[in-house]
Each structure stands twice: as structure tokens, then as C-alpha cells.
Nanobody, 133 residues
């Protein structure tokens, strides 16, 4: 069955870095959009970054210039490199997957995927990121 397993979360001081990983299994990884979403305690879930099957990416404005999403199709893994972390980045971070094919989809499509977490089919259990000031 499909499984997404996140790792790499932890506690870090403001200005520090973390790299999250999400290993996928049970489906053909290369044709899927992968996304990172986060949910601070007591708040709604928000999109952080997405990458489509072609390799196009989109970040949320709040993390632009600080976070980078990437993937390695040979390892069925998607990454989120987080630099210059801020206390407001503290949240549970979730990896998600949804079929979108391998063709170029464009920025509008990626923006929609970032906004519509409910369109993602598969979700991991999450990894906690805590940033202290």
C-alpha cells in the first residue's frame, strides 16, 4: 500500500537549518506531485511548497527564499531544505502526494496545488519542527 514517511524534524534555534525528507513507497513516484504542508498548533494547515512530476516547484510567500523543495526519483524521496528558520515556522510538517503526470503543468497549476491540500490523495504522519528564538 502507499506509504509516506517523513523524517528530519527537530528543535533548532532561529536562523538555523533543517532538511526534511519524505520517503514514498507503494506507487510510481515519478508521476506524482509532492507537497509539504504544515500545521501550527491550534491553527489551520497551510501549503509550504510543492513539486510536480516535471520538476516544477512553487513555494508559499512566507518561505520564499528560505525553503527549497526537491526530489530524487531514484530514491522515491522528496526533500524540504529549510534555512533561516524563524519561530513562526514552528509546526507539524506533513508530506503529501497526488497523481499529476510527468508533463509540464505551469505556475497556475502549482499555485492551485499549494492552496488545495485537500486535493492530495496520500499523506504522511508528520514530523515536528520547533524553532526557538
Amino acid at each position: 500500500q502507499v506509504q509516506l514517511v517523513e523524517s528530519g524534524g527537530g528543535s533548532v534555534q532561529a536562523g538555523g537549518s533543517l532538511r526534511l525528507s519524505c520517503v514514498a513507497s507503494g506507487y510510481r513516484f515519478s508521476g506524482y506531485c509532492m507537497g509539504w504542508f504544515r500545521q501550527p498548533a491550534g491553527k489551520e494547515r497551510e501549503g509550504v511548497a510543492v513539486i510536480d512530476g516535471y520538476g516544477g516547484t512553487r513555494n508559499a510567500d512566507s518561505v520564499q527564499g528560505r525553503f527549497t523543495i526537491s526530489k530524487d526519483n531514484t530514491k522515491n524521496t522528496v526533500y524540504l531544505q529549510m534555512n533561516s528558520l524563524k519561530p513562526e515556522d514552528t509546526a507539524m510538517y506533513y508530506c503529501a502526494a497526488d497523481w499529476c503526470g510527468s508533463a509540464f503543468r505551469g505556475s497556475s497549476f502549482l499555485a492551485r496545488k499549494l492552496e488545495r491540500g485537500d486535493e492530495f490523495t496520500y499523506w504522511g504522519q508528520g514530523t515536528q519542527v520547533t524553532v526557538s528564538s
